[in-house]
T-cell receptor
Framework: EAQVTQNPRYLITVTGKKLTVTCSQN?????MSWYRQDPGLGLRQIYY???????DKGDVPEGYKVSRKEKRNFPLILESPSPNQTSLYFC??????????????FGPGTRLTVL | QQPVQSPQAVILREGEDAVINCSSS?????VHWYRQKHGEAPVFLMI?????EQKGHDKISASFNEKKQQSSLYLTASQLSYSGTYFC?????????????FGTGTRLKVLA
C-alpha cells in the first residue's frame, strides 16, 4: 500500500530535550516536505527536499533541522524544542516538486507538545 | 504571502451548494485543492493547471483563472461527507525556490 508514515504520532516533551520525528514514504517520491498546522494559521511549510541531499527552507524553518540521506526518509529534528513549537506536524511527499508537481500524500500527523 | 480563501467558514444543509474562493497576490501556475477532515491528514482533491480550466471530482468541481490569480471550488448538492476544512495550495514559483504554500483554509460543515 502506498503510504507516508510518521512516528511518533503523539509526543509530549520538555523544553530543550532534542527529539526527532521520522517520516518515510514507499512511493519513490522525489519531493518531501514538513508542515506544521496551528489553529488560525493553517498549514505552513517548514522544510522541503527536492531529492536526496537536497533540502531547503520553507516559510517557518527556525528551530528545525532536516536531512535527506535516503530517498524514502526525511526526518525532522528539533535540537532544542521550545513551547512555541507545540503543534501538529505533517510530513508529505509528491512524485515531483515545482511546476511539475502532482498530488501530495500526507502522513497521519504527529501531535507534539513541548512543556 | 498565503493565498486568501473566502469564506472562512460556511454551514450548509445537505443538498445545498457552496463555492469556496482562493485568491493569490502572486502569479499562479497551478492550483491544488485539498480537504482535511477533523483529526485527519489533508487529502488531495484535484489539480488545475491551465487558465480557465475546470475539473470535476464527483459533485465537486473547480475553476482556475490565472489572469485574475484566482481559483474557485464548487460543491454541488453537498453531502454530510463533504464536511471538513478545504485548502487551496500552490507552488511559490515567484520566489525562485520550490516552496509550497497553502491558502488560509475554509471550514465547511454540512448539516443533515
Amino acid at each position: 500500500e502506498a503510504q507516508v508514515t510518521q512516528n511518533p504520532r503523539y509526543l509530549i516533551t520538555v523544553t530543550g530535550k532534542k527529539l526527532t520525528v521520522t517520516c518515510s514514504q514507499n512511493m519513490n517520491h522525489e519531493y518531501m516536505s514538513w508542515y506544521r498546522q496551528d489553529p488560525g494559521l493553517g498549514l505552513r511549510q517548514i522544510y522541503y527536499s527536492m531529492n536526496v541531499e537536497v533540502t531547503d527552507k520553507g516559510d517557518v524553518p527556525e528551530g528545525y533541522k532536516v536531512s535527506r540521506k535516503e530517498k524514502r526518509n526525511f526526518p525532522l529534528i528539533l535540537e532544542s524544542p521550545s513551547p512555541n513549537q507545540t503543534s501538529l506536524y505533517f510530513c508529505a511527499s509528491s512524485a515531483r516538486g515545482g511546476v511539475l508537481r502532482n498530488e501530495q500524500f500526507f502522513g497521519p500527523g504527529t501531535r507534539l507538545t513541548v512543556l | 504571502q498565503q493565498p486568501v480563501q473566502s469564506p472562512q467558514a460556511v454551514i450548509l444543509r445537505e443538498g445545498e451548494d457552496a463555492v469556496i474562493n482562493c485568491s493569490s497576490s502572486k502569479a499562479l501556475y497551478s492550483v491544488h485543492w485539498y480537504r482535511q477532515k477533523h483529526g485527519e491528514a489533508p487529502v488531495f482533491l484535484m489539480i488545475l493547471l491551465k487558465g480557465g480550466e475546470q475539473k470535476g471530482h464527483d459533485k465537486i468541481s473547480a475553476s482556475f483563472n490565472e489572469k485574475k490569480q484566482q481559483s474557485s471550488l464548487y460543491l454541488t448538492a453537498s453531502q454530510l461527507s463533504y464536511s471538513g476544512t478545504y485548502f487551496c495550495g500552490t507552488d511559490d514559483t515567484t520566489s525562485g525556490t520550490y516552496k509550497y504554500i497553502f491558502g488560509t483554509g475554509t471550514r465547511l460543515k454540512v448539516l443533515a
